[in-house]
């Protein structure tokens, strides 16, 4: 049986490559860009008003002559001899012969004459043009992820669609005789699937936004069949359960027959110790055991990164640590991942560790990983945590 440690190097070194994909901006959004964004205009594109207020061929005196008005979105030109002023609004278009705007709210209009309360200086309220960027530079670099922010600061400069790394596509597998969909009768001997749906809201929070659904009762060949159709349908395959040692576990045997490489087989740690990761061509299958709290610690510990590597995210360290909330007797022989909430900068155990149980994993935000072995954690002793 392999480490942690083993396990997710193996895993490193056979991530599938990215591709790239051409998406319209608002699919862009949490993409990884895959090239640099030149902007193709100047921001913004003409001398524009920062202010409601008068456009200003300044001259010595406070007082000036009005000759007319410019609004946002007015195209008509103007030209202005000194002394002359224009009532102008916030994003129009500042005349070329115009050199500062004073806003309207230090100045009063007479007869056609307006007086300015105080003195300007050139160039005030007006934004140059290219101020914020300039036509055919760099607007967003390769690496950058798409936040609303970027979308918008994107489609401010007319693009509608950017290159991106592609998000592979993924198909959940899930296998029991045991399995009833949410919304049926619950009959005596059977349990609700809930793996399919708590690993695509999983998968979401990764921006994955659909995958493949696939079910399967517990018998050989119906097992290999449905892994046969998920591996064609997708590029990285998730099954949930039957990967241990029971009698009706058919998922290894399945992997085997369809030529699937077992990277590695069982990981000393808890929960999750049946986890099998292969590798077929290009696509990676996770088989993960069905028992709920297990499963989502391997996908957090082990799918998770691989979808951010994919993704084109930066090859960051996934645990840090930190200093844990009170005292904690460890005593294990296999490397544990426990439920935790890190809250205030300190980390704390939650209860009801099972792996078949969820209620506190709905209130964790963190994996705490303990090594292996028989030891005393004494309040703020430094542990590791992997935030989810
Ligand atoms: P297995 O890994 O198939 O031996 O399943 C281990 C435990 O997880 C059993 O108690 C199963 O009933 C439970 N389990 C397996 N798959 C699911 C699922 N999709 N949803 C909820 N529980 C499951
Ligand atoms: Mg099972």
């Known amino acids: 049986m392999i480490s942690v440690k083993e396990a ?20 862009a ?10 902007s193709a205009i100047n921001m913004p594109p003409f001398r524009q008003s920062a202010m409601d ?55 009063s209009v007479t007869n056609e004459i307006l007086t300015l309360n105080e003195t300007i200086n050139l160039n005030t309220n007006i934004r140059p043009i290219g101020e914020q960027i300039k036509a055919n530079t760099i607007a ?24 991106v790394y592609k998000n592979p596509s993924v198909g959940i597998l899930v296998t029991g005789n045991e399995l009833v969909k949410p919304g049926n009768e619950l009959e005596y001997g059977k349990i609700y699937e809930s793996n399919s749906i708590m690993l695509q809201a999983a998968l979401l929070d990764s921006g994955i936004k659909k995958c493949n659904l696939y079910e399967v009762n517990d018998d050989f060949l119906n097992t290999k069949n449905s892994i046969e159709k998920a591996l064609k349908e ?38 999750g110790k049946p986890l099998l990761v292969g590798k077929i061509e290009e ?14 610690s391997c996908y957090y510990i082990y799918v998770k990164p691989v ?39 300190k980390v704390s ?21 303990l090594p292996e072995g028989n030891y005393e954690l004494k309040k703020g002793s430094k542990v590791d945590i992997y935030h989810i």
């Open 8 to 27: 997710i190097s193996i895993i490193n070194n056979n991530i599938p490559k990215s591709k790239e994909i051409q998406l319209s901006l608002l699919d």
């Open 53 to 107: 207020g008068y456009a200003l061929h300044m001259h010595e005196s406070l007082s000036y002559k009005l000759i007319g008005e410019i609004k946002a979105g007015d195209s008509h030109k103007m030209s202005l001899m000194p002394g002359e002023a224009i009532k102008i609004f916030t994003g129009a278009a500042v005349p070329d012969s115009t050199n500062a705007v004073m806003q309207i709210e230090k100045t």
């Open 307 to 345: 979808l951010k590597k994919i993704a084109g995210e930066l090859d960051e360290n996934s645990s840090t640590k930190k200093e844990i909330k009170h005292d904690f007797t460890v005593n294990n022989t296999r490397s544990q991942f426990l439920k935790a909430a890190f809250l205030d900068n």
């Open 29 to 38: 959004q949490k993409h990884i860009l895959a090239q640099d964004v030149i």
């Open 349 to 369: 155990v939650l209860s009801h560790q099972q792996s078949s149980m969820l209620n506190t994993f709905a209130l964790a935000n963190c994996l705490l990983h």
């Open 234 to 271: 997708n590029d990285i395959l998730l099954i949930s359960g039957g990967i241990s040692v029971g009698d009706y576990d058919f998922v290894k045997g399945a992997l085997e027959e369809l030529q699937v490489e077992t990277l590695f087989y069982k990981v000393n740690q808890k929960p």
């Open 283 to 296: 696509k990676l299958v996770f088989a993960l055991p069905g028992n709920p709290a297990a499963s989502l």
């Open 140 to 163: 967003l670099s390769k690496g950058t992820k798409l936040n609303a922010a970027a979308i918008g600061f994107l489609a401010g400069l007319g693009i509608t669609s950017v290159t």
